[in-house]
């Protein structure tokens, strides 16, 4: 085992790495949370453009499998939405 695995495994405990209630590390911990947040909210952000898109190429007529490879999104997810676009057709 070398340093930087030693490292990591101290880095995942809580006791070990923060044995004084360390502000520093409290920080750290905060802005990498934060970190994880925003990433998660871009992947989200990015997945709501897919689908807009999406809605609007079946608006278009364009094929689901078009779709599916364009975008990268579920047969599943685009029948979903074609089903959702024919119910507010009506």
């Not at 995942?12 to 909210?41: F, V, W, Y």
């Not at 364009?62 to 009506?90: D, F, R």
């Amino acid at each position: 085992m070398n340093a930087n695995d030693l490292l990591q495994i101290i880095s995942q405990d809580d006791n070990a790495r923060m044995p004084n209630g360390s502000k520093e590390t409290k920080i750290h911990d905060q802005l990498t949370m934060d970190k994880a947040a925003e990433e998660r909210c871009k992947r989200e952000y990015r997945m709501e453009c897919k689908i807009e898109v999406a809605r609007n190429l079946l608006k278009l007529g364009v094929s689901i499998y078009v779709i599916i490879k364009a975008l990268g999104l579920s047969e599943k997810k685009l029948m979903q939405l074609k089903k959702e676009l024919e119910v507010n057709k009506n």
